[in-house]
C-alpha cells in the first residue's frame, strides 16, 4: 500500500480521495496563471478533492530553440507565490537543475522532475535535499518497474516524500502509450502514483518545430486510469488551449474540465478495493 505524503494541508496516497494536480503549461502572463488558479481551486472545491496547482517558470526541453519558454525563475516564483498566498494552495514546478531546485525548493510545495531528466541522480539529490515533495514523471523510455531506481535515489538522501507518475511511454515515432500495468507496478514502490492525462495524450515533435498532441483521448485514458487505480491526476488546463503558448494541442479547456472530473471520480469510487 502506497504510504501517505504530506503536502500543503492534506494528505495524498492510497485510501485517500484522488487529489489533482492542474494548471498552465507554462506560466505565459500573471493575470492567465491567477485565473486558472482561481477557477480550477473553485471546482476542486466543489468536488471535494486536494488541489495542486501546476505551472512551470522555464520549459527547458521545448522542442525548437525559438519556442516560448517561460518568464524565468525569478519571475516565475514569484507568480507561484502569489498563488500560494492568494488561493492557499499548494504550488508545484519544474526543475531542471540542481540550482533551480534548491530556489524553487524556498517558495514550492512540489518540485517536479520532468520525464527526460528522470535519471539525472544530482538533481534527484538536490531536490530530495529541499525537503520538499518530489514528483518524478517516469521517462518514456523508462519501464515503469525502473522507477525504483529513481525511488532509491530519492530515499538515500533520508526523503520519503515521493510522488510518482506515468506519462506514457515512446511508441515508434512522435507517440506514446500508457500501460495501465505502471500503476501497480509502481505503487509497488509504496508511494502515490499519478496519471499524466494530458502528456500521455503528447505527439512528441509532431509539429515539426513543436510537439502536437489529441487532447480529444484524454478523458478516456484518465477514466482507465481510473478503473486501475490511481492515487492522483495531472492535467494541464487552459482557457483556449489552441492560443497556448506551450502544449497547446494536449491540454484541457477549462470549461471541460469539471464534466471530465466527475466521470473520472465516479469510476475512482467505483473502482475502491472492498474493506
Not at 503536502?7 to 485517500?16: A, D, E, H, N, T
Not at 487529489?19 to 492567465?32: M, N, T, W
Not at 484524454?218 to 477514466?223: D, G, Q, R, T, Y
Amino acid at each position: 500500500m502506497a504510504q501517505l505524503v504530506e503536502i500543503g494541508s492534506f494528505k495524498v496516497g492510497q485510501g485517500q480521495r484522488p487529489f489533482l494536480i492542474a494548471g498552465p503549461c507554462v506560466i505565459e502572463s500573471e493575470q492567465l496563471v491567477m485565473d486558472t488558479a482561481g477557477y480550477v481551486a473553485d471546482i476542486a472545491k466543489s468536488l471535494g478533492i486536494p488541489y495542486i496547482f501546476k505551472s512551470s517558470f522555464d520549459k527547458a526541453n521545448r522542442t525548437s530553440i525559438a519556442s516560448f519558454r517561460g518568464p524565468g525563475i525569478d519571475k516565475g516564483l514569484a507568480v507561484l507565490k502569489k498563488v500560494k498566498d492568494q488561493f492557499a494552495l499548494p504550488v508545484l514546478t519544474d526543475v531542471h537543475t540542481e540550482e533551480q531546485a534548491t530556489e524553487a525548493g524556498k517558495v514550492v510545495d512540489v518540485l517536479q522532475i520532468p520525464a527526460f531528466l528522470c535519471r539525472q541522480t544530482d538533481l534527484l539529490i538536490a531536490a530530495a535535499k529541499t525537503g520538499k515533495v518530489v514528483n518524478v514523471k517516469k521517462g518514456q523510455f523508462l519501464s515503469p518497474i525502473e522507477m525504483g531506481n529513481a525511488v532509491k535515489k530519492v530515499e538515500e538522501c533520508g526523503s520519503h516524500r515521493l510522488l510518482l507518475t506515468e506519462r506514457g511511454s515512446s511508441f515508434g515515432y512522435n507517440n506514446l502509450v500508457v500501460d495501465m500495468r505502471s500503476f501497480p507496478l509502481m505503487r509497488s514502490f509504496g508511494y502515490p502514483v499519478v496519471f499524466d492525462a494530458t502528456h500521455s495524450v503528447q505527439l512528441p515533435g509532431g509539429g515539426g518545430t513543436k510537439s502536437s498532441g489529441q487532447r480529444e483521448f484524454v478523458e478516456p485514458l484518465a477514466c482507465a486510469a481510473a478503473g486501475a487505480g490511481v492515487d492522483g491526476f495531472f492535467m494541464e488546463v487552459h482557457p483556449n488551449p489552441d492560443e497556448a503558448l506551450s502544449d497547446g494541442p494536449n491540454m484541457v479547456p477549462l470549461h471541460q474540465l469539471k464534466s471530465l472530473l466527475e466521470r473520472v471520480l465516479r469510476i475512482c469510487d467505483a473502482a475502491k478495493p472492498r474493506s
